[in-house]
């Protein structure tokens, strides 16, 4: 599964707005010692994590963005050239596809693995056999922005749960990846660090998308109906009321949960 450049770029600004600060902090005091670190970015999409988080990592960092789309990878490549900071000693791009599950070469060298928007899509096995690989090298685990299952709308509408519902089924279905774990994701990947003796440290960071991210919350009020048309559990005539009344309304706003984890060797 990939998603278009023109999207990614669109959801860019919330993405970065909406991490949770107490997660990042006890990332950034993690790394706070190190005077160099080696990060990998799986599902690198065009690197928004990156530049989301690079400038809270004092360290000199040497990343390596891994992504399964050539196309987003050179779009990566693109949009970096224009990215200046000072702490990034080396950016390398790998064409790779995990949906297998093997992670262990990925990972190789790496002193944080990160990712952000990913694991919602990957199914509670293939979180399993990440963090084996990862654990296997006690190394420091970070993503951002895993879908919780959490959706609200304002103004309210009479299908409002039927959409949710919905929606969250079909977040469970193969993405590429197997059974998609979808809202259950972050819940699936702290206990299969806790496992390895892994410190979680967990936190909220919802999308609140008002007036500001207004053309974000259209393309993803109408990308939400259209996954949901998909399942066939909410008649036709309620999406597109449901649409309706949110496209209406340039005041509407949307709210979507997420969450972020990390998860810290404590051996």
Not at 7 to 26: G, K, M, Q, T, Y
């Amino acid at each position: 599964m990939s998603f278009s450049p023109e999207w990614l770029a669109l959801r860019e600004p919330a993405d970065h707005a909406s991490i949770n600060a107490a997660v990042r902090a006890a990332l950034q005091t993690a790394l706070e010692a190190r005077d160099e670190v080696k990060i990998v970015d799986l599902g690198c999409g065009a690197g928004s994590n990156l530049r989301g988080l690079a400038p809270a990592v004092k360290a000199r960092q040497h990343w390596t963005l891994v992504d399964y789309d050539p196309r987003l990878l050179e779009t990566a490549r693109g949009r970096l050239a224009g990215f200046r900071t000072d702490r990034i000693a080396a950016v390398s791009y790998r064409q790779a596809d995990f949906s297998t599950g093997d992670f262990a070469d990925l990972v190789a060298g790496a002193d944080l693995v990160t990712a952000a928007a990913l694991f919602d899509l990957i199914s509670v096995s293939v979180i399993d056999n990440f963090a084996d690989a990862v654990a296997a090298n006690r190394q420091i685990f970070s993503t951002v922005l895993t879908y919780d299952g959490i959706a609200a709308w304002n103004p309210a509408h009479p299908a409002d749960n039927g959409m949710r519902e919905a929606f969250n089924q079909h977040q469970q279905g193969d993405k590429g990846f197997g059974p998609a774990a979808g809202p259950a994701a972050t819940d699936a990947l702290a206990a299969a660090f806790a496992r390895h003796g892994y410190r979680i440290v967990r936190g909220k960071s919802p999308w609140v998308l008002d007036r500001s991210y207004a053309q974000l919350r259209r393309d993803l009020d109408a990308g939400w109906a259209g996954a949901v048309r998909e399942t066939r559990l909410v008649p036709e005539a309620a999406i597109e009321s449901w649409l309706a009344a949110r496209a209406a309304d340039p005041d509407a706003v949307t709210i979507v949960g997420h969450e972020d984890l990390l998860a810290l060797p404590t051996n």
